[in-house]
């Protein structure tokens, strides 16, 4: 009897063993989705930089061809306005000509400090996206190198857990139908999902509650399989985990 019921501790050990382990790599694959979607959310921050430091580049110059212009229209207005002055014949309207290219002057000098303006913006956004540029540059490698990194560490952990669930059920089928049963309604009440926990020194290891000494003393006879009185765990002799 005795050795019966160390054997089916012995297997349930190494079941619930086996069964924290698919519980670890099914976490680590579970995480695999959100580290891709952090990854891929980096890389497109950089690129979306980029793509808007291009946009304000572009806008900025065209700003800069529409002063441009403008300032070639004014120009255009102001040698009209000198070529009327020549043809006026009253100082009235001499006068009312000086004024008329004061004024285009004054608008033309305006319009050219908005050039200056603009190419200062312009010299500006043309280092920020060099230097967005360069970040996306020296990042994008690695990466898509971090990315292909977690996918082959993803497809080496579903290759572990198929050989882990393997096992897992073929200890599972060697588990007396009865322990099983009991193994699994413990296990579904707790939330670290340990239906088996070792005593030592009187002690369960799964709640750190100490055992009546009667209780302690006939688990190490190993002759019936054990409830902790506090956490209902399946409970065992340390002494007979040594030999696992």
């Known amino acids: ?27 680590v694959l579970d995480q695999v989705e959100e580290r891709t979607r952090r990854l891929d959310a980096q890389l497109k921050e950089f690129a979306d930089a980029v793509e808007s430091g291009k946009g304000l580049l572009q806008e900025l110059n ?23 002055l020549r043809a006026v014949k009253t100082n009235k309207e001499y006068q009312a000509g000086l004024k008329e290219i004061e004024d ?28 967005h540029q360069a970040r996306l540059d020296a990042r994008s490698g690695e990466i898509r190198r971090d990315k292909e990194c977690v996918l082959k560490e993803a497809e080496a952990a579903r290759v ?12 599972a089928a060697t588990v ?22 070792a005593v030592h ?12 000494p009667q209780m302690y003393n006939d688990l ?10 506090n956490c209902d765990r399946i409970i065992y002799w340390e002494e007979e985990d040594r030999s696992e």
């Open 220 to 229: 190490q006879r190993n002759d019936r399989l054990t409830h902790c009185p």
């Open 62 to 84: 065209k700003g800069y061809r529409a002063l441009e212009s403008e300032l070639q229209n004014s120009q255009g207005r102001i040698d009209k306005s000198q070529e009327k």
């Open 104 to 131: 285009l002057r004054a608008i033309g000098s305006k319009i050219e400090d908005e050039m200056i303006a603009g190419l200062d913006r312009i010299e500006q956004a043309g280092a920020t996206l060099k230097a």
């Open 201 to 212: 020194a009187a002690t369960c290891r799964g709640c750190n509650v100490s055992l009546p």
């Open 1 to 27: 009897m005795a050795d019966d019921v160390r054997n089916q501790i012995h297997k349930l050990i190494r079941l619930q063993s086996l069964e924290t382990e698919i519980r670890n790599i099914r976490l």
């Open 176 to 197: 007396a139908a009865g322990v099983l049963v009991l193994y699994r309604r413990v296990k579904a009440a707790k939330t670290d999902e340990l239906g088996v926990a």
């Open 160 to 171: 572990r857990l198929e050989r882990v669930e393997a096992e897992a059920r073929q200890v």
